[in-house]
């Protein structure tokens, strides 16, 4: 079956304590990419990566790392949160940049 | 700068009745667009796309209409039950990188 699979669903941290969201899929695509969603705010993409080893900055990158060290796998990184990087959390992958996506199930993040 | 706007953010509907789900884009230029449905807890879930190239197409219970004209494109559901509500997405590609923009949603909400 086709998945994409975030970890953890939720997660409560505090300022400044790194952390890393995983995502996996199995669909063998090459892009992947990673959206916040905030209410009024909608879906605004933060990274993306067209293929291994290419990442590049989408609306909102500021506090976000990630990596593509392998295809399936592409983990968003705070490297130190702060309480406005508290939102939904999702991954997303397609065959090509910017066709049909298919999401995650979401990671729900709070930052006290 | 481009934009995907949606002409209502909620939408009640009776059991059985048809609904319809409008959205409006920016860029002459978009030739990919899609409808997503996110219910509560879960990821954005693909419901259906259409090219420029077409003006309707059709799935199960679901319709896209594709009006290039005045830039509009709605989601029709035919005999909508209590099971279709949820958020509703449009995406449109767009700009130089053919990268998607996102509406806000409409919440559509099926009375028994």
């Known amino acids: 079956e086709a998945q994409v699979t975030q970890n953890p669903r939720y997660l409560i941290t505090v300022t400044g304590k790194k952390l890393t969201v995983t995502c996996s899929q199995n669909?063998?695509?090459?892009?992947m990419s990673w959206y916040r969603q905030d209410p009024g705010l909608g879906l605004r993409q933060i990274y993306y990566?067209?293929?291994?080893?290419?990442?590049d900055k989408g609306d909102v990158p500021e506090g976000y790392k990630v990596s593509r060290k392998e295809k399936r796998n592409f983990p968003l990184i705070l490297e130190s949160p702060s309480p406005n990087q508290t939102s939904l959390y999702f991954c997303?992958?397609?065959?090509?940049?910017?066709?049909?996506?298919?999401f995650g199930s979401g990671t729900q993040l709070s930052v006290l | 700068g481009e934009s995907v706007g949606l002409h209502l953010p909620t939408l009640s509907v009776q059991e059985g009745d048809n609904s319809i789900i409008n959205c409006a884009y920016s860029?002459?230029?978009?030739?990919?667009f899609i409808w997503y449905k996110q219910e509560s807890g879960k990821g954005p879930q693909f419901i259906i796309d259409?090219?420029?190239n077409m003006d309707k197409r059709q799935g199960q219970r679901v319709t896209v209409l594709l009006n290039k004209t005045v830039k509009h494109l709605s989601l029709q559901i035919a005999a909508t039950q209590p099971g279709d509500s949820a958020v509703y997405f449009c995406?449109?590609?767009?700009?130089?990188?053919?990268?998607?923009?996102w509406g806000l949603g409409t919440s559509l909400a099926v009375n028994p």
């Open positions: 997303a992958t397609s065959g090509a940049a910017n066709e049909k996506l298919f």
């Open positions: 669909m063998n695509h090459e892009y």
């Open positions: 990566s067209m293929n291994v080893e290419v990442t």
């Open positions: 860029n002459s230029a978009s030739d990919y």
């Open positions: 259409i090219r420029s």
């Open positions: 995406a449109v590609n767009a700009g130089n990188n053919r990268k998607l923009i």
